[in-house]
């Protein structure tokens, strides 16, 4: 392959990938906006919604961790084009389930195939990274988060002009599929990048694979910790940020819609410049700064307590936490990349407990200290990012 020939399918690779998470955060986007949707079709109670959410949740983490490690055996974009495919088609389903065990079991189906392709499409990710020969994980995570906005915008829009769920992802799964396709006519090739050795598994004496095996499990198990402090803040936001503001502090329905929009405006922003300030000052003092950023910010907020202080914390926050989890999954990936979608398995698996766990272990704890002072949790969390961030150094 000459060099021109080699930048071209470096750049389709890119994009390929690229596309793949628009399409994981525009199916997801579309999904939550139209929950309300599909719980009043179905006449369902919070507490029976919240089951049907929870198989969801049970179905991303089995694909993240189990399905995930084909990653490992045939390649990332073997697995992620599939369950890009998957991810189209199963969208559509939940809108249609005549009661509530038919919509968990639709759920679990299409949140096992959204985890696995979280692993496999961050696993590819991690491999044109590599190929590219500089940082640019961020990107991936800021087109993300954009297609989280579009899908979030999508489904409203189709809610304001009375279009019912189903037929909202008919249509979003049709466009979907045409990214997929796309995705899949550029997909990067098996071994764009060479996986090479990571650390010392190659020492003397036949202890040391042992050794370099047991820490980097060590490893992978401290960076899917600092990937779960990180997700708490991001579920946090998503579950919490309105009603902070809207029965805590007394603002407006409307108003109170603006904590979570500043914090997603400020994620996408972040990520966007995250790779050139990664190339700049380094994964480590990055993810220092804005872990800081995160934790700070928003403690300021929650002790200033007034609702435009609030916008801003949590605009901090997601300024904050937009730095992380793409430099936790590339350092994940990099540990050992013969095992990419093993490590990210396991890494993403722990954070997205994260992301399930923490809104639950907030609106518990704020039922005995007010949810003013239980949304201190994803701030000292953030701060202990900060802390814990040498863990991104490679082996």
């Not at 390649?75 to 809108?95: D, I, K, R, Y």
């Not at 809207?246 to 914090?263: E, I, K, M, P, R």
């Not at 801003?312 to 937009?322: E, H, K, Q």
């Not at 039922?367 to 201190?376: H, S």
Request: proline residues 5%; glycine residues 14%.
């Amino acid at each position: 392959m000459t060099g021109a020939d080699r930048g071209r399918v470096l750049v389709r690779g890119r994009v390929a990938t690229s596309l793949l998470f628009l399409l994981f955060g525009v199916a997801l986007g579309t999904w939550t906006a139209r929950i309300p949707a599909v719980k009043d079709r179905l006449h369902l109670s919070d507490g029976q919604l919240s089951l049907a959410l929870l198989a969801f949740a049970v179905g991303a983490i089995v694909g993240m961790a189990l399905l995930g490690r084909a990653v490992d055996r045939v390649g990332s974009t073997a697995v992620m084009v599939p369950a890009a495919a998957g991810e189209c088609v199963l969208l559509v389903p939940p809108a249609f389930m005549p009661g509530l065990p038919a919509l968990a079991a639709a759920l679990l189906a299409f949140g096992m195939v959204h985890g696995t392709l979280n692993v496999a499409m961050n696993a590819s990710a991690v491999e044109v990274q590599r190929a590219w020969k500089r940082p640019i994980m961020s990107s991936f995570h800021a087109v993300y988060s954009i297609g989280g906005l579009i899908g979030a915008a999508t489904g409203g829009l189709f809610a304001r002009a009375g279009v019912s769920a189903g037929l909202t992802f008919i249509w979003v799964g049709a466009v979907l599929v045409l990214l997929a396709a796309w995705a899949a006519w550029w997909a990067p090739p098996p071994g764009l990048a060479p996986a090479g050795g990571s650390g010392p598994a190659g020492g003397s004496g036949p202890a040391a694979p042992d050794r370099a095996v047991s820490r980097r499990s060590y490893a992978l198990l401290l960076l899917g910790v600092l990937a779960l402090c990180a997700l708490v803040g991001e579920g946090a936001a998503a579950d919490w940020s309105a009603v902070y503001l809207h029965d805590t502090l007394g603002s407006t329905a409307g108003f109170a819609a603006s904590g979570y929009a500043a914090f997603s405006v400020m994620m996408a922003a972040g990520r966007l410049a995250g790779d050139r300030l990664t190339v700049r000052y380094g994964a480590v003092n990055l993810v220092r700064a804005s872990g800081v950023l995160a934790g700070l910010g928003l403690g300021a907020a929650l002790l200033i307590a007034t609702p435009f202080a609030g916008v801003l914390g949590f605009g901090c926050l997601g300024g904050g936490l937009s730095f992380i989890a793409p430099q936790v999954y590339s350092a994940a990936g990099n540990r050992d990349p013969a095992r990419a979608g093993r490590a990210l398995s396991t890494v993403v698996s722990i954070g997205y407990a994260g992301f399930v766990a923490g809104p639950v272990l907030i609106g518990s704890v704020s039922t005995a200290v007010g949810l003013r002072v239980a949304l201190g949790i994803p701030a000292a969390l953030a701060l202990a990012v900060a802390a814990g961030a040498p863990i991104l150094r490679a082996a």
